[in-house]
């Protein structure tokens, strides 16, 4: 036996599950805001400490080789002096003055090689005093925000805990209004939704103009929408009126 056609819904019941839609989803709006900026806030927080520490491991690398780099040149100063204490040596052992002035000359190199290598020691001394100084900067402004973190994430936590429950039952609810709203009307809602800047897309007719865009209504149009026998529309903004009733009513089927 072939499936029953559900009953097609009329104008009446198509709006009233249009505007209980737009207040379901008015609500979960509502319920999102409450986080304000906090969202947008903690991923910043969080960018910003880790860009701070990815800065500290920048500097203890750069820490590690001033060290490294002023280990070598004390090495290659131990080594120069080792070699001009062998030079001279030898030139006391010298048969000629060829040899004699050859062994000045490698002295006077190793001379020359400790004079840089000290430069460089004092070079590298200064950039890693530097890097110290800038590594202990880092790691307290790593606490601070670290700290500033952790509070805004437990102010996100508590308002995201107060909130899941309503905001999940919502999502429930709306899913299952969307359902009994045929595809062509509820693109047409979820797109006026998306278009307006406060996310109404059904709204009352309020001292006889629309509640989005407060243009007049003429009274022979107002009169159709109380009669709610089709969707009608504002020719202004687009949004699909509903009459100053429907809330009450809406409201009583609620009790």
Do not use: W
């Not at 307006?196 to 006889?208: F, I, Q, S, W």
């Not at 529309?233 to 699909?240: K, N």
């Amino acid at each position: 036996m072939a499936k029953k056609e559900e009953k097609e819904l009329t104008a009446e019941e198509k709006l009233k599950a249009l505007y209980e839609l737009q207040q379901v989803d008015s609500k979960i709006d509502e319920l999102r805001i409450l986080t304000g900026e906090l969202p947008q806030e903690v991923k910043d927080m969080s960018d910003e400490v880790e860009g701070l520490k990815t800065r500290l491991q920048n500097i203890e690398n750069e820490i590690h080789e001033c060290e490294t780099q002023i280990a070598d040149h004390n090495v290659r100063i131990a080594n120069a002096n080792a070699a001009i204490a062998r030079y001279k040596e030898q030139q006391d052992n010298v048969r000629n003055n060829r040899e004699y002035d050859n062994l000045t000359k490698e002295i006077e190199y190793q001379e020359l090689d400790i004079e840089l290598s000290n430069k460089k020691i004092r070079q590298y001394t200064a950039d890693l005093e530097q890097r110290k100084e800038d590594k202990i900067k880092t790691s307290d402004a790593i606490k601070e925000k670290s700290a500033d973190l952790e509070q805004k994430r437990g102010e996100l936590d508590a308002i995201m805990a107060e909130t899941k429950a309503e905001t999940e039952a919502l999502i429930l609810r709306a899913g299952d209004l969307e359902k009994k709203i045929e595809s062509r009307l509820l693109e047409a809602f979820k797109r006026i939704r998306k278009n307006a800047h406060n996310g109404l897309a059904v709204v009352k007719v309020e001292r006889d103009s629309c509640g989005g865009c407060h243009s007049k209504i003429p009274a022979q149009k107002q009169l159709d929408i109380r009669q709610r026998k089709k969707i009608i529309v504002c020719e202004f903004c687009g949004r699909i009126l509903v009459d100053p009733d429907m809330e009450q009513e809406m409201a009583k089927k609620k009790k």
